[in-house]
């Protein structure tokens, strides 16, 4: 099964993790390795707010405003997409992720095509 990790953040988490950003960079590229090499790692990328837009449509009208979110606290800072055997073990890979001891890191299943209209 197929789980993105997301992973939010404020200011202050960002500030923190700067600090020692070196040590924070080293995590993520180890765990990638040993998701890579135990076959669950799929996708990993950081995230920007820079242009970032919020769109709606309300029946004919687009809005678009800027910044991921009207009043957000937290932004989705980045996210890992994995290939794992259940929800506890993306659990467990989220709880590795440095940001996890400041923040948030949710954890989603990835539907399967077939749970489309079911």
């Given amino acids: 099964m197929k789980y993105m990790l997301l992973i939010y ?8 993790l700067y600090e020692r950003i070196d040590e924070v960079m080293g995590r993520h590229r180890e765990l990638s390795a040993e998701l890579t090499a135990s ?8 995230l920007t707010t820079r242009d970032a837009r919020t769109v709606r449509v309300r029946g004919d009208v687009t809005d678009v405003t800027d910044g991921p979110f009207v009043e957000a606290k937290e932004v ?9 055997a259940d929800a506890e073990r993306a659990a467990d ?4 992720l440095p940001e996890a001891a400041y923040d ?12 489309f209209g079911a």
Avoid: K
Avoid at 39 to 46: A, C, L
Avoid at 76 to 84: I, S
Avoid at 93 to 96: L, N, Q, T
């Fill in 9 to 16: 953040g404020n200011e202050s988490t960002w500030e923190t």
């Fill in 39 to 46: 076959g669950e790692f799929v996708d990993s990328q950081g």
């Fill in 76 to 84: 989705l800072a980045g996210y890992y997409l994995v290939d794992c």
């Fill in 93 to 96: 890979i989220a709880a590795r």
């Fill in 104 to 115: 948030l890191v949710e954890v989603r299943r990835v539907m399967h095509p077939d749970e």
